[in-house]
């Protein structure tokens, strides 16, 4: 048995139009409450890539996501957790670019490589994998589609790899594999 329901629009009690159907999309009403989540998009990549040697700052293969915003005013709340195996002394650093605007990062550092987030690597644990969390809240200031993309490259030796979702040497089963969001 399947139930089907049809409206042009929806509306609270006290006439606040909350959602409405313009006849090729549905769009939110002002009576939405301010805070309220409009819609979430999420990815997994459970494969395992490799960047190479890379001295500039690469796109991670698969991990971009599209999400379209209701509003102007739209927030993004960025949640990011890799999987990741390096080289010793590889010093992983990644960032996160809207459309084709990297994100701002600190700039005040004085010496150093600005980046969005990091990882460490451990000199003699290429057999590790290491979880990186980050989040970051994004106003991208408009209401069209919009592609958020992970890069990455080796801050210390650019002759370093980074490896997402195994360990950076598989040699036995004591390494692992992961999934990365």
């Known amino acids: 048995m399947s139930s089907e329901i049809k409206a042009d629009s929806i509306q609270s009690t006290g006439s ?10 549905w769009s939110w009403g002002s009576g939405v409450p301010t ?3 409009h819609n979430c998009v999420s990815m997994q990549k459970r494969d395992a890539v490799s960047s190479g040697a890379i001295s500039a700052a690469t796109d991670i293969s698969g991990m971009t996501l599209d999400i379209h915003p209701t509003s102007q005013s739209s927030k993004v709340l960025i949640f990011v957790s890799l999987n990741i195996g390096t080289q010793a002394d590889s010093y992983p650093a ?21 980046v969005m987030f990091s990882g460490a690597t451990v000199s003699s644990h290429s057999s590790a994998n290491e979880q990186i969390n980050f989040h970051y809240l994004d106003s991208p200031n408009k209401n069209t589609s919009t592609t958020y993309k992970i890069q990455w490259r080796a801050m210390s030796t650019t002759t370093r790899t980074i490896k997402l979702n195994q360990a950076h040497t598989l040699a036995d089963d004591n390494q692992t594999l992961g999934t990365s969001t």
């Not at 996160?96 to 600005?114: K, M, Q």
């Open 35 to 37: 805070g309220t989540m």
């Open 94 to 114: 990644f960032f996160i670019v809207r459309d084709s605007t990297t994100l701002p990062i600190n700039t005040t550092v004085g010496t150093g490589t600005e």
């Open 16 to 25: 606040r139009v909350l959602a409405s159907d313009s006849g090729s999309a």
